[in-house]
């Protein structure tokens, strides 16, 4: 295998990943409540999602360290067809709460493996100086590309089918199943990696907490990891503040909460493309700003800037607030982009392929764990002072992290590169 032929694979399986999510994205609260859920059972079942996925996230990582990637990812695959499937033919609360578990244990499996898949390849083949940023942006603009492609499909398809052929709003989980059914056969016919030892299921369950134990050792004890890790917090705490308090604001500014919906889905789609664009950028802005630190802190105060900016047309009416909401929601998602591939490529480059994956999902964690305090703090925030003071706040955070990069210490991992992965028809 080339190293253009391991850039295409982990590309397609970039795009096929979260093609299903940007899918189901813009129906399926709508699926739940068409189907007689209320939003509070909305709501449990979305948080059920979360805990299931957040609890799995570290052991799912260990797992593929241990067992192989491909494994774990066509697990995912196959735990999403099955969840997007029930989901589209739920018709009770259980049914979806089922749904959501199997979702969310596909969303921990999915969470590392693709991309640590490729950064071992690469360094199979090119050994581990090879540049990371380039393979890293691409991927990231597929995955940006999926969602934004998704999102205006899910929305689209429902308009079309039939009602005598079956509930328009369960096209879209049904076509994200059938999505998730081609990821499984690419990832079991076109991601070869080196072979690993037959384990007993035993032998499985005792390395993986000591994988998983090794890995947040090393993420405790790498001074640059610890500076990588508040700074995903800090992304978090901005990508859920600006999902949360964006769809009211549109709302708002459109007059009424089904055109603020058609909105919210034009802008979320311009958002997607604006994260697309600033993966392209990755290597350019390293480039120019002398190195991948330089480039993150450049993503990181434009995110900030972006939602300072959000803060600045809270009080503007009509087009002028819908224009200035938008322009700045792209500009967002272009720097979070930006900062989100780069502190990727510092991750992989301090650590070895043996807790890989580990790693990853603790930056997930932290990713998500900014999230829930956002949605702790900020909604309360908007509520009592305003839209202004919640995203000028989220702004502070995102500016303040900018200071993570002073002086980051360089990667230190390093390690025997894996054996050079088996040949396979495809390639």
């Not at 709302?251 to 909105?263: I, K, N, P, R, V």
Request: include cysteine; proline fraction near 5%; glycine fraction near 12%.
């Amino acid at each position: 295998m080339t190293a253009r032929s391991a850039l295409r694979r982990y590309m397609l399986v970039a795009f096929l990943t979260w093609l299903p999510v940007g899918l189901t994205m813009a129906a399926m609260v709508l699926l739940m409540t068409e189907r007689g859920l209320s939003l509070a059972q909305v709501g449990l079942a979305v948080t059920v999602f979360s805990i299931v996925t957040v609890a799995l996230e570290l052991p799912t990582g260990g797992l593929a360290d241990v067992v192989g990637r491909r494994v774990v990812l066509a697990a995912s695959a196959a735990f999403t067809v099955v969840g997007l499937a029930l989901m589209s033919v739920s018709t009770t609360f259980w049914m979806f709460l089922a749904g959501c578990v199997l979702k969310g244990v596909a969303r921990a499996l999915s969470s590392g493996p693709a991309t640590a898949w490729y950064v071992d390849t690469l360094h199979a083949i090119e050994g581990r100086d090879a540049d990371l940023k380039p393979g890293l942006a691409r991927g990231g603009v597929m995955e940006s590309v999926a969602l934004c492609a998704g999102v205006l499909a899910g929305g689209a398809v429902p308009l079309l089918v039939p009602p005598s052929l079956m509930l328009p709003l369960a096209a879209p989980p049904l076509l994200g199943a059938v999505a998730a059914a081609v990821l499984l056969v690419v990832v079991v016919v076109a991601l070869p990696e080196p072979a690993h030892e037959r384990r007993s299921v035993a032998s499985v369950l005792r390395e993986v907490p000591a994988t998983v134990g090794g890995g947040l050792r090393l993420a405790a004890g790498s001074a640059l990891l610890r500076r990588l890790m508040p700074a995903a917090v800090a992304s978090g705490v901005v990508l859920t503040g600006v999902e949360l308090l964006t769809p009211g604001r549109l709302a708002e500014l459109a007059g009424t909460a089904e055109q603020g919906s058609l909105a919210y889905a034009v802008v979320a789609a311009l958002g997607f493309a604006g994260s697309a664009t600033g993966s392209a950028l990755v290597p350019r802005v390293a480039r120019l700003a002398g190195g991948s630190v330089g480039g993150a802190v450049v993503g990181t105060v434009l995110a900030a800037l972006s939602v300072g900016a959000l803060a600045a047309t809270a009080g503007l009416d009509g087009l002028p607030g819908m224009l200035g909401a938008g322009l700045a929601y792209v500009a967002l998602f272009v720097g979070i982009s930006l900062t989100g591939v780069l502190c990727l490529e510092l991750t992989h480059r301090a650590v070895t392929a043996a807790e890989r994956t580990t790693v990853t999902s603790t930056s997930s964690i932290a990713l998500q764990s900014g999230g829930a305090a956002a949605n702790l703090a900020l909604g309360v925030l908007a509520t009592q002072a305003g839209l202004s003071v919640a995203w000028g706040t989220a702004a502070a955070v995102m500016l303040a992290s900018a200071l993570l990069f002073v002086r980051m210490p360089a990667p230190t991992g390093s390690s025997p590169a894996p054996a050079p992965p088996a040949r396979s028809g495809s390639g």
